[in-house]
């Protein structure tokens, strides 16, 4: 119904204004056919007075039913037919004729003068003619091009009307079908772009159902390990204590509770597309503080020499917890030794704790900030955390319109590199383009 009444739209404008461009110049057309005739027989009457007025004598001719002839005594003496001026035509009716007629004077040697008339009728059938072929020829012109116009705007929408049909018919469910777009014009580039559009959607729907799986697979397992142990007790009381079942239980709780949080944030990221706060913020303050936390809860090596001022603007809690843990990781999977860098220079204040683990293959760099993703299955759900800590990071990063890379560290294990716009950028901080992303 849509595509029916956009060419009738179609139709009707070029209709329309085609219309107005024939009867414009339709008019012009006679009107210009007119005054072309006119100074033609103008110049007939003018031809024609100059010839008799050269006459003399008794051979003067009298008016004919083409022509009318006046003979005057006294120049413009007595009534006359019309009075002409000097090098010039008169259009008038004269009494006793029906139509008009073009007359010219020229001044006789003998004195007085001589008028000779022209009759217009032969310019009015010609433009009465023409009148009658545009008054027949004009809406004709006008009905063709309607239907041509209508023809052919249903031939380029019907891949517009195919589209939208396919579109209205893909649910939630069949995102895997597109759009026809065999086409080389912009209908062609409309289908296109639509079947890239639904790329995006799909994608981003396989994203969200791998998501709420791991999800709920990493929530289930804490709830297993509590269930197994109450029913251990429960069965067997001889096997365990009390105090046993209740570490087991608090700290499955602990790990359950850490899943929550994570999955809360990384939810309310996705929804929320606002600005963070502009406040200022001092890295530095925040990497110290980390790194003393380290040197507190593990037995690493922790090196801060190379932190410098690093001020930007931004949300303190979420920059707090993008480097917590960016540590963590690097605790994680450090042998011995854990350095956090600082530099702000080129207009980008940018961040670096390396570790020297194992490193990360270049093939998985692309995959360390997906969520629940862990580069070495093999290892424990304790010492591997959830697998939603990277990419937190990189949602944060993201969101003060930052970047983060993988590099391999010179003691052989991981960097990973943040780069944030300093605190003095414009205010309006256009979004650079990431690294490495959450997906």
């Known amino acids: 119904m849509g595509g029916r009444a956009m060419r009738l739209r179609v139709t009707l404008t070029a209709v329309l204004v085609l219309g107005v461009a024939l009867v414009a110049g339709a008019l012009v057309l006679v009107a210009l056919l007119g005054s072309v005739l006119t100074d033609q027989v103008c110049q007939d009457a003018r031809d024609r007075v100059t010839q008799l007025s050269s006459v003399t004598g008794t051979d003067r001719p009298q008016s004919t039913s083409s022509e009318l002839i006046q003979w005057t005594a006294v120049p413009g003496g007595g009534e006359t037919l019309a009075s002409p001026p000097t090098n010039g035509c008169v259009s008038v009716e004269p009494p006793g004729y029906p139509e008009d007629f073009v007359f010219a004077a020229a001044p006789l040697a003998t004195g007085g003068d001589v008028i000779v008339g022209k009759p217009l009728v032969d310019v009015l059938d010609s433009t009465r003619f023409v009148r009658r072929v545009l008054v027949v020829g004009v809406p004709l012109m006008m009905l063709i091009v309607g239907g041509v116009t209508w023809v052919v705007t249903g ?36 289908g296109r772009t639509m079947n890239r559009m639904l790329d995006r959607l799909q994608r981003a729907q396989e994203s969200r159902q791998r998501f709420v799986s791991d999800a709920s697979h990493e929530l289930r397992s804490p709830i297993a390990a509590i269930r ?17 079942l209740a570490t087991t239980v608090l700290d499955e709780d602990v790990r359950m509770q850490g899943l929550v949080d994570d999955l809360l944030l990384l939810a309310r990221s996705d929804e929320d597309h606002t600005e963070p706060p502009n406040t200022p913020v001092d ?28 001020q930007v603007r931004g949300d303190e809690a979420a920059l707090s917890r993008m480097i917590h843990n960016l540590a963590d990781n690097a605790a994680r999977h450090a042998r011995s030794r854990v350095a956090f860098t600082l530099t702000e220079s080129a207009g980008t204040v940018v961040l670096a ?13 692309s995959h360390v900030f997906d969520r629940f993703v862990r580069l070495n299955p ?53 979004r650079a383009s990431t690294g490495p992303r959450a997906r």
């Open 155 to 190: 031939r380029i929408l019907a891949p517009v009307t195919a589209i939208r049909r396919e579109v209205d018919e893909i649910t939630a469910s069949e995102l895997h079908r597109r759009v026809p777009a065999v086409r080389t014009d912009e209908i062609g580039r409309l």
């Open 283 to 310: 890295l530095d303050d925040l990497v110290l503080a980390e790194a003393q936390r380290l040197r507190l809860a593990t037995s690493l090596t922790i090196d801060t020499a190379g932190v410098s001022g690093g």
């Open 353 to 365: 704790i390396s570790d020297d683990g194992p490193g990360i293959p270049p093939a998985d760099r």
């Open 378 to 430: 093999s290892r424990s759900r304790d010492a591997g955390g959830t697998g939603l800590g990277l990419a937190i990071v990189a949602t944060i990063i993201e969101r003060h319109h930052g970047t983060i890379t993988v590099h391999t560290a010179d003691t052989g294990g991981a960097t990973l590199e943040a780069k944030l716009p300093p605190a003095d950028s414009d205010s309006g901080r256009p």
């Open 228 to 244: 197994q142990h109450a029913e251990v007790a429960r069965a067997h009381p001889g096997r365990t204590t009390v105090t046993e």
